[in-house]
């Protein structure tokens, strides 16, 4: 699986030449863990001239495991690249798939009730789901067909589909412990493949028992995901599409017997067990951070590991969150029956002009993501570009958003003058903290004062896939006098972390000047 590789590239740095003045604040001293300072580097934009034979590739897949094929199932060639793909996705035509057929799902499987009985195994009948399972009688297990059946109708909501034709869906599920005593019962068909947690076919699902109340029902749902979507869209989409909104679709509350699906989780205590955030911590600070391109070329063995539905699950959230991209990426579910690479290729043509600044935003989500980060408040605000006028400009920075573009270029050489002023607020527990751009020195964030202005001077005219200094920023703080290394757009933040920004508010101004 390719990965990351770094480039070089020459970072800005502000030199400020004034004082940093120390700003004031209250709150309980606190020093949050730093960000990855490792960076996602250059993505190879050239494609090979030739492509290894397919016996000189390596395979992920464990002795005797095979990946599910099911009649959803289309061909899949994982040496096609999206160059390749170009001509197969201009000459194919694929139909919404609006065509709902109430009446044809799968049959429920015939059990023997009292073979299961006899292996130890007892039903949780509910309205949607029937549930066999070997595990003690508990509300966090008995209430499981309740769960179910809450999701459906947010299913339903989130993919446009009428209730009536969805009324008499049903799915049967194993819930296992002891494998063996599942085997023994027939509730485990010989020609099941092997699966690290769950797997789904027809209308029955199939879950190991999980060592939290959490996970177990997540993987419920998530198995549901699969099970609704090959019903009702004709199918689940490629590998990423699939396990990415079956990972979308299952995070989850689940609070005095209400459901909330689609869920960016806000500790890790709240969704124990989970680990998709941790997992994509782990593997950008390792150095294995996946490109967006990557992760739409995953094929169907890539999710016999478990980090590819981290990253799965972050490329769906992060465009389902999105304010921009959030209508263009759930447009996609009527190509759902296309499982193979030509529904990538279809959505990365959907969105190619756009590419290299969703590639800029994926670098900063993945190189900054935590539990409750908001997409929506962390979405770049870019806009056009002009030369910094002879008597220096304003700009205007909103305490409560992610990056914004200052509107202005800067020039490599040039030197400017930066001077900010303002009052704002970074927090509102247990009372407001009133900060001004220097921050505030009683709590840290990224080994800087909470609330400190922050800049990068950004290179939008680089192909998708540079690295972006936006993950590297620079302090500014009140001010003083920046020569410029390499010019650019130059971009402004408070430094906040990106699950914080909702208690925050008010404005902050900065007057930039050329000097020489």
């Given amino acids: 699986m390719p990965q990351y590789s770094v480039g070089n590239r020459s970072i800005l740095r502000f030199v400020l030449a004034a004082l940093v003045l120390l700003a004031w604040g ?35 897949i464990p002795p005797n495991a095979e990946p599910e094929r099911d009649t959803h199932q289309g061909p899949h060639d994982a040496q096609r690249t999206f160059a390749g793909l170009a001509d197969a996705a201009g000459a194919q035509e694929f139909e919404a798939n609006t065509t709902i057929l109430p009446d044809s799902a799968p049959p429920l499987p015939v059990i023997d009730t009292e073979r299961v009985a006899a292996n130890g195994i007892r039903e949780i009948a509910g309205e949607r789901l029937t549930l066999y399972t070997d595990l003690r009688s508990a509300p966090a297990v008995d209430e499981l067909p309740q769960v179910f059946a809450s999701a459906i109708p947010q299913w339903n909501q989130y993919f446009g589909i009428d209730v009536s034709h969805t009324a008499d869906w049903r799915m049967v599920g194993y819930l296992m412990k002891d494998q063996e005593r599942f085997n023994n019962a027939g509730l485990l068909p010989p020609d099941l493949p092997r699966f690290l947690h769950g797997f789904q076919r027809g209308s029955e699902l199939w879950l190991y028992e999980q060592p939290s109340d959490y996970y177990r029902r997540h993987l419920l749902l998530h198995e549901g995901v699969h099970g609704f979507m090959k019903q009702f869209l004709g199918g689940t989409g490629p590998p990423w599409y699939m396990e990415g909104m079956a990972e979308l679709l299952a995070t989850h509350q689940w609070t005095n017997n209400e459901l909330s699906i689609r869920w960016f989780p806000h500790d890790k205590e ?6 998709r955030i941790k997992a994509v911590q782990d593997e950008y600070r390792a150095g294995r951070g996946r490109s967006l391109e990557e992760i739409l070329r995953y094929d169907a063995q890539a999710h016999l590991a478990v980090e590819p539905y981290a990253w799965s699950w972050a490329a769906a959230a992060f465009f389902d969150s999105h304010p921009r991209y959030r209508d263009k990426f759930r447009q996609f579910q009527q190509f759902a029956p296309d499982t193979t690479l030509t529904f990538s290729q ?7 002009a756009e590419w290299p600044q969703i590639s800029r935003e994926w670098h900063v989500f993945v ?5 409750g980060f908001d997409i929506a408040r962390e979405a770049i605000d870019a806009k056009p570009a002009t030369e910094i006028p002879a008597d220096g400009a304003t700009v205007t920075i909103s305490a409560d958003r992610g990056w914004q573009s200052s509107g202005y270029l800067v020039e490599t050489g040039a030197t400017y003058r930066l001077e ?53 920023p620079d302090a500014i703080g009140m001010g003083g006098e920046a020569p410029v290394e390499q010019g650019g757009t130059l971009f402004l933040r408070i430094n906040d972390s990106p699950a914080e920004l909702a208690d925050n508010s008010g404005m902050l101004e900065l007057r930039i000047t050329k000097v020489q």
Avoid at 430 to 458: D, F, Q, S
């Fill in 26 to 60: 209250c709150g309980e001293a606190e020093k949050k863990p730093q960000a990855s300072s490792r960076k996602l580097a250059r993505i190879v934009q050239a494609e090979r001239a030739t492509t290894p034979p397919p016996s000189a590739q390596p395979s992920d």
């Fill in 270 to 275: 709240a969704v124990a067990y989970w680990g």
């Fill in 367 to 371: 190189a900054n993501i935590d539990y």
């Fill in 346 to 352: 279809r959505f990365y043509d959907s969105m190619k």
């Fill in 420 to 472: 900010a002023s303002g009052r704002y607020q970074v927090a509102n527990d247990p009372k407001p903290w009133w900060c001004e751009p220097n921050g505030v020195t009683i709590r840290y964030h990224n080994k800087l004062p909470l609330g400190m202005l922050l800049g990068a001077i950004v290179d939008e005219e680089a192909a998708a896939g540079e690295m972006t200094s936006l993950v590297t």
